[in-house]
C-alpha cells in the first residue's frame, strides 16, 4: 500500500486511517509550506534581532551530556576538550543554557500547533514494509547518527543549514548541501522502511 | 544601530533564557504546523515525493536573510554581532554526510524530533533517545579525532566574502535559487507522485 | 493589470514579492563600512559627570571579591605588559580595539600608564556605540599610588587606622606594600619594587578567559 501524493498531504498519510487525535476529532490538513516556511524566517529574524544568535538543536544535547557526565564523572569531563567547553568554569549550570532552554520552548510550540490542528495522538510513524519494533530502533540508530554528524559540523540542519543558510556562512552552506546529499544518496538504500 | 537587543545589553542572560523559550515557542510551533513532527513528510523529500522540506526550509532562510539585509541596510541591525560558526570544510562536509545518512534513516532531525516527540510520535522519542548516546560516542572519540575535527579551519567565512561578491548580490542570487527551485519542486512532485 | 494580478495564487504572489525583494537586495550595503556616529552633547555630558571613570581602589574591590562582570583591558605594549600588569587584564592596542569584539552587555574598563591612551580608547569605543565604557582613574600611576603601594596616614585617628588597615591588606594582597611616612625618598625604589605577577591565591583568574563559558554553539 504505497501512499499517494493526496495521502502523504493529509497529516497521517492514510486515506483509510479512522483514528482520532487523543481528544476524538480528526486531524486538520498542514500549512501551506511556503507560509509555514515564512513563520519560521520570521522567528529565525527575531532571534537575530533580539539575540543576535540563530536557532539550534543539537548544541543543547551537547549541553545535556556535558551535564551528565560532568556529574557522574567529573574529572573525566573536565579533561575532555569537547565536554568541557561546555561546562565552562562552573559558575553556570551547565543546562542554563540558551540552546536548552530553546528546545524546550520547541516542545510546547510543537505540542501548542498540535493541540489546535488535533494532530496529537500516540504513534509510530513508519512505511507498511517494517515492523514497529524495527522502526523504533532505526528511529534510536538515526538519532545516535545525527548527534555524531552534528557536532562534527558544528551544527544540525536547524543551527546550519536554516541559521547558517540565511546569514550566508559559507561552511554552513557546505554542510547543508552535504546533508542533502548524504539523505539522497543513501535514500533509495533505506526505501523499505519508508514504502 | 541598537539591535541585536542583546549584544547592546538591552537585558542579561537570565532573560535570555526567557527569550530563548519565547523563540522556541515560535520555532516549534511551525515545525509542526508544516508538518515536520512527521517522519514519513520529512523522507519524502528524499524519495521526491514531497518536497516540503525544501519549500520550508529555503522560504525560512530567504525570509530570514531578507529580513536581515534589509534591517542591516536601514542600520537597524549590526550584522557584525550575529553570530556565525566557524567555518571548518572538512568536517562539515563529512558531518553533513552523516547528518544526511542520520536523516533518512531515522527520520528527523534534532529540532523536528522534538516536535514529533510533543505530538506524540514513538519514533521521534526513540531518536531524541539516540541523540546524546551519539554525541557521548563523539565525545569519547574526540581525542582521536580532534585533528580532523579542526582540519580547514578557515575561520568565519561568508559566501560574498569567499566568491569576493557584494553582500546584495549574493542575496539576489539566493532568491532566484530559490525561486527557481521552488518551481522545478512542483514538477518533481508531480514526476515522482508514489504509485 | 488589476485583473492580471489578481488572478495570481497567493504562493505566486508570495514570489513575486520575494523576487522584487531580492532585485532591491542588489544594492543593499548592509556590512556598515566601520562608520561610526557620535553625538557630542551626550559625550560632553558623559565627560563632565564623570560617570565613566572607574576609581583604583574601586577595581581593586572588584577583584578582590572575585567579581567576573567587567572586562579589564591594558593598552600598553607587551614589554610593559609581561612587566607588570593588574590581574585579570587582557592586552589589547588601540589599533585592534574597533574589531577586537569586545561583548557590548559588559562592562569594560581601559586603562594605559596614565590617563591619555585609555581617555582616546574610550572615545573609540563610545564612537562605536559601546555603553559600559569606564576608564580607571590615573592608569597605572594611580594604580601604583593607591593600591600596590598606598601612602598611611601619619598619628591617625581612629578611623584613619580603620583605613591604613584596609589599605595595608589591599597593597599585601596585590604583592605590594604599603608606604610609610616619607613619600619622596621612597619614589625611585618603587619602579623597580613593581611585584612580580604570580598572582596572590585569592585572587580570580582572567576575567576574559575561564569567563566565557557557554559555546555560543547550534
Same mark, same amino acid.
Given at each position: 500500500?504505497?501512499?499517494?501524493?493526496?495521502?502523504?498531504?493529509?497529516?497521517?498519510? +492514510?486515506?483509510? +486511517?479512522?483514528?482520532?487525535?487523543?481528544?476524538?476529532?480528526?486531524?486538520?490538513?498542514?500549512?501551506?509550506?511556503?507560509?509555514?516556511?515564512?513563520?519560521?524566517?520570521?522567528?529565525?529574524?527575531?532571534?537575530?534581532?533580539?539575540?543576535?544568535?540563530?536557532?539550534?538543536?543539537?548544541?543543547?544535547?551537547?549541553? !545535556?551530556?556535558?551535564?551528565?557526565?560532568?556529574?557522574?564523572?567529573?574529572?573525566?569531563?573536565?579533561?575532555?576538550?569537547?565536554?568541557?567547553?561546555?561546562?565552562? +568554569?562552573?559558575?553556570?549550570?551547565?543546562?542554563?543554557?540558551?540552546?536548552?532552554?530553546?528546545?524546550?520552548?520547541?516542545?510546547?510550540?510543537?505540542?501548542?500547533?498540535?493541540?489546535? &490542528?488535533?494532530?496529537?495522538?500516540?504513534?509510530?510513524?513508519?512505511?507498511?514494509?517494517?515492523?514497529?519494533?524495527?522502526?523504533?530502533?532505526?528511529? !534510536?540508530?538515526?538519532?545516535?547518527?545525527?548527534? !555524531?554528524?552534528?557536532?562534527?559540523?558544528?551544527?544540525?540542519?536547524?543551527?546550519? &543549514?536554516?541559521?547558517?543558510?540565511?546569514?550566508?556562512?559559507?561552511?554552513?552552506?557546505?554542510?547543508?548541501?552535504?546533508?542533502?546529499?548524504?539523505?539522497? &544518496?543513501?535514500?533509495? !538504500?533505506?526505501?523499505?522502511?519508508?514504502? | 544601530?541598537?539591535?541585536?537587543?542583546?549584544?547592546?545589553?538591552?537585558?542579561?542572560?537570565?532573560?535570555?533564557?526567557?527569550?530563548?523559550?519565547?523563540?522556541?515557542?515560535?520555532?516549534?510551533?511551525?515545525?509542526?504546523?508544516?508538518?515536520?513532527?512527521?517522519?514519513?513528510?520529512?523522507?519524502?523529500?528524499?524519495?521526491?515525493?514531497?518536497?516540503?522540506?525544501?519549500?520550508?526550509?529555503?522560504?525560512?532562510?530567504?525570509?530570514?536573510?531578507?529580513?536581515?539585509?534589509?534591517?542591516?541596510?536601514? $542600520?537597524?541591525?549590526?550584522?557584525?554581532?550575529?553570530?556565525?560558526?566557524?567555518?571548518?570544510?572538512?568536517?562539515?562536509?563529512?558531518?553533513?554526510?552523516?547528518?544526511?545518512?542520520?536523516?533518512?534513516?531515522?527520520?528527523?532531525?534534532?529540532?523536528?524530533?522534538?516536535?514529533?516527540?510533543?505530538?506524540?510520535?514513538?519514533?521521534?522519542?526513540?531518536?531524541?533517545?539516540?541523540?546524546?548516546?551519539?554525541?557521548?560516542?563523539?565525545?569519547?572519540?574526540?581525542?582521536?579525532?580532534? $585533528?580532523?575535527?579542526?582540519?580547514?579551519?578557515?575561520?568565519?567565512?561568508?559566501?560574498?566574502?569567499?566568491?569576493?561578491?557584494?553582500?546584495?548580490?549574493?542575496?539576489?542570487?539566493?532568491?532566484?535559487?530559490?525561486?527557481?527551485?521552488?518551481? $522545478?519542486?512542483?514538477?518533481?512532485?508531480?514526476?515522482?507522485?508514489?504509485? | 493589470?488589476?485583473?492580471?494580478?489578481?488572478?495570481?495564487?497567493?504562493?505566486?504572489?508570495?514570489?513575486?514579492?520575494?523576487?522584487?525583494?531580492?532585485?532591491?537586495?542588489?544594492?543593499?550595503?548592509?556590512?556598515?563600512?566601520?562608520?561610526?556616529?557620535?553625538?557630542?552633547?551626550?559625550?560632553?555630558?558623559?565627560?563632565?559627570?564623570?560617570?565613566?571613570?572607574?576609581? @583604583?581602589?574601586?577595581?581593586?574591590?572588584?577583584?578582590?571579591?572575585?567579581?567576573?562582570?567587567?572586562?579589564?583591558?591594558?593598552?600598553?605594549?607587551?614589554?610593559?605588559?609581561?612587566?607588570?600588569?593588574?590581574?585579570?587584564?587582557?592586552?589589547?592596542?588601540?589599533?585592534?580595539?574597533?574589531?577586537?569584539?569586545?561583548?557590548?552587555?559588559?562592562?569594560?574598563?581601559?586603562?594605559?600608564?596614565?590617563?591619555?591612551?585609555?581617555?582616546?580608547?574610550?572615545? *573609540?569605543?563610545?564612537?562605536?556605540?559601546?555603553?559600559?565604557?569606564?576608564?580607571?582613574?590615573?592608569?597605572?600611576?594611580?594604580?601604583?599610588?593607591?593600591?600596590?603601594?598606598?601612602? *598611611?596616614?601619619?598619628? @591617625?585617628?581612629?578611623?584613619?587606622?580603620?583605613?591604613?588597615?584596609?589599605?595595608?591588606?589591599?597593597?599585601?594582597?596585590?604583592?605590594?606594600?604599603?608606604?610609610?611616612?616619607?613619600?619622596?625618598?621612597?619614589?625611585?625604589?618603587?619602579?623597580?619594587?613593581?611585584?612580580?605577577?604570580?598572582?596572590?591565591?585569592?585572587?580570580?583568574? @582572567?576575567?576574559?578567559?575561564?569567563?566565557?563559558?557557554?559555546?555560543?554553539?547550534?
Amino acid at each position: 500500500m504505497s501512499p499517494t501524493a493526496q495521502t502523504l498531504n493529509e497529516p497521517w498519510g +492514510d486515506g483509510r +486511517d479512522a483514528t482520532r487525535a487523543v481528544d476524538g476529532a480528526a486531524p486538520a490538513p498542514y500549512m501551506n509550506p511556503y507560509l509555514a516556511g515564512i513563520g519560521l524566517g520570521l522567528v529565525l529574524l527575531a532571534a537575530f534581532v533580539i539575540m543576535g544568535r540563530g536557532l539550534g538543536a543539537s548544541g543543547a544535547v551537547n549541553a !545535556f551530556v556535558a551535564w551528565v557526565v560532568g556529574s557522574l564523572a567529573p574529572a573525566h569531563a573536565q579533561s575532555n576538550a569537547f565536554l568541557a567547553e561546555y561546562l565552562g +568554569d562552573g559558575t553556570t549550570h551547565p543546562l542554563k543554557a540558551w540552546l536548552v532552554f530553546e528546545v524546550l520552548g520547541v516542545f510546547a510550540g510543537a505540542l501548542l500547533s498540535g493541540l489546535l &490542528a488535533h494532530r496529537v495522538r500516540v504513534s509510530v510513524e513508519k512505511g507498511p514494509r517494517v515492523s514497529a519494533g524495527l522502526r523504533l530502533a532505526l528511529a !534510536f540508530t538515526g538519532g545516535a547518527t545525527m548527534a !555524531f554528524g552534528a557536532a562534527l559540523a558544528r551544527g544540525c540542519t536547524s543551527g546550519q &543549514a536554516l541559521t547558517g543558510g540565511s546569514m550566508l556562512n559559507a561552511g554552513s552552506w557546505v554542510t547543508m548541501l552535504a546533508i542533502f546529499g548524504g539523505a539522497y &544518496a543513501l535514500a533509495y !538504500f533505506v526505501k523499505w522502511q519508508w514504502r | 544601530m541598537n539591535t541585536p537587543f542583546y549584544k547592546y545589553g538591552a537585558f542579561g542572560d537570565e532573560t535570555s533564557l526567557v527569550v530563548a523559550f519565547v523563540i522556541g515557542i515560535g520555532f516549534g510551533f511551525f515545525l509542526e504546523r508544516a508538518g515536520f513532527g512527521s517522519a514519513r513528510k520529512l523522507v519524502s523529500q528524499f524519495y521526491l515525493n514531497d518536497l516540503a522540506v525544501f519549500k520550508v526550509m529555503f522560504t525560512a532562510i530567504v525570509t530570514a536573510m531578507l529580513g536581515a539585509t534589509y534591517l542591516a541596510w536601514m $542600520g537597524v541591525l549590526d550584522l557584525s554581532l550575529v553570530y556565525l560558526t566557524p567555518t571548518v570544510l572538512w568536517p562539515q562536509l563529512v558531518g553533513g554526510l552523516v547528518l544526511g545518512i542520520g536523516f533518512v534513516i531515522g527520520g528527523y532531525c534534532p529540532g523536528t524530533s522534538v516536535a514529533s516527540v510533543a505530538t506524540g510520535r514513538l519514533d521521534g522519542l526513540a531518536f531524541v533517545l539516540g541523540l546524546p548516546v551519539g554525541t557521548l560516542l563523539f565525545a569519547e572519540a574526540f581525542p582521536w579525532i580532534r $585533528g580532523f575535527y579542526e582540519n580547514g579551519s578557515v575561520g568565519v567565512q561568508t559566501l560574498p566574502g569567499v566568491f569576493d561578491l557584494p553582500y546584495g548580490l549574493v542575496v539576489f542570487a539566493v532568491v532566484l535559487m530559490a525561486l527557481g527551485g521552488f518551481a $522545478g519542486a512542483s514538477w518533481i512532485e508531480k514526476k515522482f507522485q508514489p504509485r | 493589470m488589476r485583473h492580471w494580478m489578481s488572478s495570481l495564487t497567493l504562493n505566486q504572489k508570495l514570489a513575486a514579492l520575494a523576487f522584487v525583494l531580492g532585485v532591491v537586495a542588489v544594492f543593499a550595503k548592509p556590512t556598515g563600512g566601520g562608520a561610526v556616529t557620535i553625538d557630542p552633547n551626550d559625550l560632553a555630558r558623559i565627560v563632565e559627570t564623570e560617570v565613566d571613570h572607574v576609581d @583604583p581602589l574601586d577595581l581593586a574591590d572588584w577583584i578582590m571579591a572575585g567579581r567576573a562582570d567587567y572586562r579589564l583591558v591594558d593598552l600598553r605594549d607587551e614589554k610593559a605588559f609581561g612587566e607588570y600588569h593588574i590581574p585579570g587584564a587582557q592586552r589589547l592596542l588601540i589599533t585592534d580595539l574597533p574589531d577586537a569584539g569586545l561583548p557590548r552587555n559588559e562592562k569594560i574598563v581601559l586603562y594605559s600608564d596614565g590617563g591619555i591612551h585609555s581617555a582616546q580608547a574610550w572615545f *573609540l569605543l563610545k564612537a562605536k556605540g559601546y555603553t559600559g565604557v569606564y576608564m580607571l582613574l590615573g592608569g597605572l600611576d594611580a594604580w601604583r599610588d593607591e593600591v600596590l603601594f598606598p601612602t *598611611l596616614a601619619k598619628n @591617625p585617628t581612629p578611623y584613619q587606622q580603620q583605613r591604613n588597615e584596609k589599605l595595608t591588606a589591599i597593597a599585601r594582597h596585590f604583592g605590594g606594600q604599603p608606604r610609610s611616612g616619607a613619600a619622596d625618598t621612597e619614589a625611585a625604589p618603587q619602579i623597580a619594587a613593581m611585584p612580580k605577577l604570580e598572582l596572590p591565591a585569592g585572587v580570580a583568574a @582572567p576575567a576574559g578567559a575561564a569567563k566565557k563559558k557557554k559555546k555560543e554553539g547550534c
